[in-house]
């Protein structure tokens, strides 16, 4: 059942609005990829509580807020922001920077790429060239049961394109960093991301996702991902939005033949989070890794859920995600790993695992297997805890004081997904960040 239908009359009209100013200037095929993404939103509406997708996440506060957006407006280059604070020091990269949703191209460079690597943002490529990007722009994630990404798919102007050809290999990272601000009334964003990478190549690519200040702002984010077969992909995901801001994402991934993917994401930021991530094998021998850290205080709430998705056989994956819950804060893991009838010889994984802060935090875990093959190595487990006492105590007579042992042990739970990240520069960052939110962590942080 969806939400009172007037509360989508907003984004219905500004639908229509948008598709008769663009009706003489946008190709057939994109028309037909946002006039079918928002009738899937006019039909289904917002989810509600009642939705069991959506159970832990109630989206009324959101879809009732006046979350302002005017796609006929003049992009706005705000060229000044801030943004070195949310790098990662001297990491050699390729970066692309957006500010509340738009190409900022002063405070975005592009070093030495290989020949027939295109990375750019997507405003400019379908203004100019958008014949490129019908192969696969709006082929992969899914509109017909999530509205967030219908409104996105629906509302698309800008985000970014890395498109790796067949055999090349990009060996520095590639930066992809969306910025918000705070504005009266508070705005809505729909960054939109698209990485390709054909046959036998391989490539880094970092989605961050930070907030300027602290009000309140809503981003709406989607990712489309296809790997070719016997490629190799390092994804990773940063968000660090305002404390009073809404984060929705949608990852989607498809997966070739023999091809290798790890994607790491980490949420650290957002008072009111929802991720959804959908992978799919399209074929043999593929490989996943797929790890997730939350860390929440506050009255901060997140829900992840994803969705693997082993439709063919001699495939692998192996998830984990954690969760670091302090004050009234709220997590929430749902995740359902899917062995189809002739996915023989599948290896799956799959873990999630709580520590909890104090007596108000509340963690949701849901893992699950759906198998429908026979011959399979599949588990999935979780946990939901505080501290060891024992481990505290034992700290203690070694001459650590408590908020110091505390601060210890629950960074040694996080270390085992940061420790998954290979561009050092970034995980130097985590270490930093990870550790600034835990109390009594000055002593730790000089020893690192």
Same mark, same amino acid.
């Given at each position: 059942?969806?939400?009172?239908?007037?509360?989508?009359?907003?984004?219905?009209?500004?639908?229509?609005?948008?598709?008769?100013?663009?009706?003489?200037?946008?190709?057939?095929?994109?028309?037909? &990829?946002?006039?079918?993404?928002?009738?899937?939103?006019?039909?289904?509406?917002?989810?509600?509580?009642?939705?069991?997708?959506?159970?832990?996440?109630?989206?009324?506060?959101?879809?009732?807020?006046?979350?302002?957006?005017?796609?006929?407006?003049?992009?706005?280059?705000?060229?000044?922001?801030?943004?070195?604070?949310?790098?990662?020091?001297?990491?050699?990269?390729?970066?692309?920077?957006? &500010?509340?949703?738009?190409?900022?191209?002063? /405070?975005?460079?592009?070093?030495?790429? #290989?020949?027939?690597?295109? &990375?750019?943002?997507?405003?400019?490529?379908?203004?100019?060239?958008?014949?490129?990007?019908?192969?696969?722009?709006? *082929?992969?994630?899914?509109?017909?049961?999530?509205?967030?990404?219908? /409104?996105?798919?629906?509302?698309?102007?800008?985000?970014?394109? &890395?498109?790796? #050809?067949?055999?090349?290999?990009?060996?520095?990272?590639?930066? /992809?960093?969306?910025?918000?601000?705070?504005?009266?009334? #508070?705005?809505?964003?729909?960054?939109?991301?698209?990485?390709?990478?054909?046959?036998?190549?391989?490539?880094?690519?970092?989605?961050?996702?930070?907030?300027?200040?602290?009000?309140?702002?809503?981003?709406?984010?989607?990712?489309?991902?296809?790997?070719?077969?016997?490629?190799?992909?390092?994804?990773?995901?940063?968000?660090?939005?305002?404390?009073?801001?809404?984060?929705?994402?949608?990852?989607?991934?498809?997966?070739?033949?023999?091809?290798?993917?790890?994607?790491?994401?980490?949420?650290?930021?957002?008072?009111?989070?929802?991720?959804?991530?959908?992978?799919?094998?399209?074929?043999?021998?593929?490989?996943?890794?797929?790890?997730?850290?939350?860390?929440?205080?506050?009255?901060?709430?997140?829900?992840?859920?994803?969705?693997?998705?082993?439709?063919?056989?001699?495939?692998?994956?192996?998830?984990?995600?954690?969760?670091?819950?302090?004050?009234?804060?709220?997590?929430?893991?749902?995740? *359902?790993?899917?062995?189809?009838?002739?996915?023989?010889?599948?290896?799956?994984?799959?873990?999630?695992?709580?520590?909890?802060?104090?007596?108000?935090?509340?963690?949701?875990?849901?893992?699950?297997?759906?198998?429908?093959?026979?011959?399979? *190595?599949?588990?999935?487990?979780?946990?939901?805890?505080? /501290?060891?006492?024992?481990?505290?105590?034992?700290?203690?007579?070694?001459?650590?004081?408590?908020?110091?042992?505390?601060?210890?042990?629950?960074?040694?739970?996080?270390?085992?997904?940061?420790?998954?990240?290979?561009?050092?520069?970034?995980?130097?960052?985590?270490?930093?960040?990870?550790?600034?939110?835990?109390?009594?962590?000055?002593?730790?942080?000089?020893?690192?």
């Amino acid at each position: 059942m969806a939400v009172t239908m007037s509360l989508t009359d907003p984004y219905l009209a500004a639908f229509d609005a948008f598709a008769k100013a663009t009706a003489d200037s946008e190709p057939a095929w994109l028309r037909k &990829v946002r006039t079918t993404a928002m009738g899937h939103f006019q039909k289904n509406g917002f989810p509600t509580l009642k939705d069991e997708d959506w159970k832990h996440t109630n989206v009324a506060p959101i879809v009732r807020s006046p979350f302002a957006f005017d796609p006929l407006a003049e992009f706005f280059f705000n060229d000044t922001a801030p943004t070195e604070i949310y790098t990662f020091g001297v990491l050699k990269c390729s970066q692309l920077v957006f &500010v509340d949703g738009r190409f900022a191209p002063k /405070l975005s460079y592009l070093r030495w790429l #290989p020949e027939g690597v295109r &990375v750019g943002n997507l405003h400019e490529i379908l203004h100019f060239d958008p014949k490129t990007l019908e192969h696969d722009l709006g *082929k992969v994630a899914t509109v017909e049961r999530h509205p967030f990404a219908a /409104l996105n798919t629906a509302f698309l102007q800008d985000g970014a394109l &890395v498109h790796v #050809p067949r055999g090349r290999v990009v060996e520095e990272p590639i930066h /992809l960093l969306y910025v918000s601000a705070s504005q009266d009334p #508070p705005t809505v964003s729909y960054p939109r991301n698209l990485v390709v990478l054909e046959e036998e190549s391989q490539a880094t690519v970092i989605e961050s996702y930070v907030g300027l200040d602290r009000g309140a702002y809503f981003t709406n984010a989607v990712t489309e991902i296809r790997v070719g077969s016997g490629a190799s992909l390092e994804h990773y995901k940063m968000q660090r939005e305002s404390e009073a801001s809404v984060h929705v994402s949608n990852t989607a991934l498809v997966q070739g033949r023999g091809s290798a993917v790890t994607s790491t994401s980490f949420d650290l930021g957002g008072g009111t989070v929802r991720n959804d991530i959908r992978t799919l094998f399209h074929d043999e021998g593929g490989s996943l890794a797929l790890n997730g850290l939350y860390l929440l205080h506050d009255a901060q709430h997140c829900d992840n859920h994803t969705f693997i998705d082993h439709s063919k056989p001699n495939c692998t994956s192996v998830e984990q995600f954690k969760g670091i819950l302090d004050a009234k804060s709220r997590g929430i893991f749902y995740g *359902k790993i899917l062995v189809r009838k002739d996915a023989q010889k599948t290896n799956a994984r799959q873990t999630n695992k709580n520590l909890l802060l104090s007596q108000e935090a509340f963690a949701d875990s849901t893992p699950g297997l759906e198998i429908l093959a026979d011959d399979v *190595k599949c588990n999935h487990g979780s946990t939901v805890g505080q /501290l060891d006492e024992n481990a505290i105590f034992y700290l203690r007579s070694r001459g650590i004081d408590e908020d110091a042992a505390r601060t210890l042990l629950t960074y040694a739970f996080a270390s085992e997904i940061i420790n998954q990240v290979k561009v050092a520069s970034m995980r130097i960052k985590l270490d930093q960040l990870v550790l600034s939110r835990l109390p009594g962590s000055e002593a730790i942080r000089e020893s690192l």
